[in-house]
């Protein structure tokens, strides 16, 4: 079989994990399979649809690097062939006119017995005679067109959750196109597989419930269905509906903030597929090839913010510095803290700051903060450093001498600024340790920074010598 797959997102609103979670798995079962893979665009809700929404999901979708061979298709385009179908489903007595109103139905749901909710559809309309109906539709009543379900009942074999089975009793003659013309989900879903020749349909749980009418359809048709492979939902760490209160957001929401493509991939990989293995990190080629629908689990997976956070710091940390650059361009730029020099004659500077700094950093935004400290003027002292490492008045007078000291050297590298401060503690009779520490809060204004040698580099000698030359005054009034 042609594995051909189609992620189809509706335009109601940002392209959020879930969908992004959708679109992976369907990407990496056309990949691994050398198949197809359709970007289809359900916008048949007017109302709701929006095109600024389908340019947010395509964004979303390329930064990824989530790439389709077909579309994007525009599902409103093709209302007519939906329509199409309609009516030839009428035709072979699959389906039937209901002229019932919503009004006439709301008043039978509210009178029926149970609840309101679990009314089914009294099937009023299913024995019009075919004069009856011509003289509703020459009187200009409007109608819905309405699926009959037959007798029995329907299954299939999910390729996660396995054997499934719906009795025709528990379903209604559901909508197949409303009384304004429009026709339903369920209809345009299945006339745009069938026509597409999709030959998998991964997509959420929550669609388990549409199955048996989707199966009822291409039985009426006279149509093989594709396979269905439901992935289990994302839940918050309550184990409730995923929602912005558990740090989930939209797809670009995470670029905006500093999370890398890959990182986002690898994490949405392993919500709710795993290869076998206690393996976590991942790259394109290797989910690719590991990539199966028997890895992914039916339990619901449990969105972890801290741990997205953990692996974008590992790309960071992986990525090559001239790599690193250009990623953490945008963010500078946004931060105000890019200057033009970063791309000409400071680049290689710019290149090993990122190196040295990206340790403790697990985000670009931060990462491209932290730049500041070394490209730019000011320098922003963190309350607690200045408390736990300037609280010696012997400091005013430390920290001076080692300015000069290291103004005063021949060479400016870690070896030479090593011993310098090395001497002066010597001399000083005091623990290099206290100058290492007093140094690293007053050239970076933090109590955790890298190596203070590695620092007084990357700032350079006049940066170096003015910053420590200034502390005089910081802990004379501290």
């Keep these: 079989m042609s594995v051909r797959v189609r992620f189809a997102p509706s335009p109601t609103g940002h392209l ?52 389709w061979n077909e579309g994007p298709i525009r599902q409103s385009e093709r209302l007519d062939r939906h329509r199409a179908v309609a009516d030839a489903l ?25 609840t309101p909710d679990e009314w089914k559809y009294d099937r009023r309309c299913l024995s019009l005679s075919e004069d009856a109906i011509a003289a509703r539709t020459a009187a200009g009543r409007p109608a819905a067109v309405r699926f009959h379900v037959p007798e029995g009942s329907v299954g299939f074999t999910d390729a996660v959750f396995g054997p499934i089975r719906k009795s025709g009793e528990e379903l209604e003659d559901f909508v197949l196109v409303r009384s304004t013309g429009q026709p339903t989900y369920l209809l345009s879903v299945v006339a745009d597989d ?14 388990i419930a549409n199955t048996p009418k989707q199966l009822l359809l291409y039985r009426a048709l006279g149509r093989t269905p594709p396979v269905f492979a439901h992935v289990p939902l994302i839940l918050g760490s309550d184990r409730t509906r995923l929602s912005k209160r558990h740090g989930a957001a939209a797809v670009l929401a995470y670029r905006d903030a500093g999370i890398l493509p890959e990182a986002l991939v690898n994490f949405l990989a392993l919500l709710g597929w795993s ?20 890895g992914i689990s039916r339990s619901n997976a449990v969105f972890d913010a801290d741990k997205l956070s953990w692996f974008n710091g590992r790309y960071i940390h992986s990525l090559p510095p001239a790599d690193l650059a250009v990623r953490v361009a945008p963010a500078m730029k946004s931060a ?39 490209a730019g003027e000011r320098v ?39 011993s310098a401060l090395r001497t002066l503690a010597g001399e000083l009779g005091v623990r290099a340790g206290l100058l290492i520490n007093a140094s690293r809060v007053a050239l970076t204004g933090q109590s ?13 000698r006049a940066k170096t010598v003015g910053r420590l030359r200034v502390s005089k005054v910081l802990l004379s009034s501290s």
């Excluded at 990407?27 to 340019?55: F, H, P, Q, V």
């Excluded at 069938?194 to 669609?207: I, K, N």
Aim: aromatic share 8%; hydrophobic share 45%.
């Design 275 to 294: 290869d076998g293995t206690d393996r976590e990190i991942f790259d394109r080629a290797s989910l690719v090839d590991a990539f199966s629908l028997d």
């Design 90 to 114: 009428l035709e072979s007595r699959h389906a039937y006119r209901c002229f019932c109103s919503p009004e006439e139905l709301a008043q039978r749901r509210r009178a029926g017995s149970g």
């Design 448 to 460: 955790v920074a890298p190596g203070i040698f590695d620092v007084m580099v990357m700032l350079g």
């Design 336 to 374: 105000g803290v890019w200057e033009d020099r970063f791309e000409g004659p400071d680049r290689d500077w710019l290149e090993q700051v990122l190196a040295l700094i990206r340790p403790r950093f697990r985000s670009l935004d931060a990462l491209a903060a932290e730049v500041e400290t070394y």
């Design 194 to 207: 069938l026509d597409m020749a999709v030959s998998h349909v991964v997509r959420g749980a929550d669609h």
């Design 16 to 67: 959020h994990v879930g969908g992004a979670r959708t679109a992976l798995f369907n990407w990496l079962l056309a990949r691994k399979a050398g198949g197809t893979l359709i970007l289809r665009i359900e916008d048949t809700d007017r109302e709701r649809s929006a095109d600024a929404m389908t340019r947010d999901i395509i964004e979303a979708v390329e930064w990824m690097g989530l790439d």
């Design 380 to 418: 922003e002292y963190e309350p607690a450093a200045i408390e736990k490492f300037f609280n010696d008045p012997r400091l005013a007078d430390y920290l001076p001498a080692l300015a000069e000291r290291l103004n005063d050297l021949e060479r400016f590298d870690l070896e030479s600024t090593e």
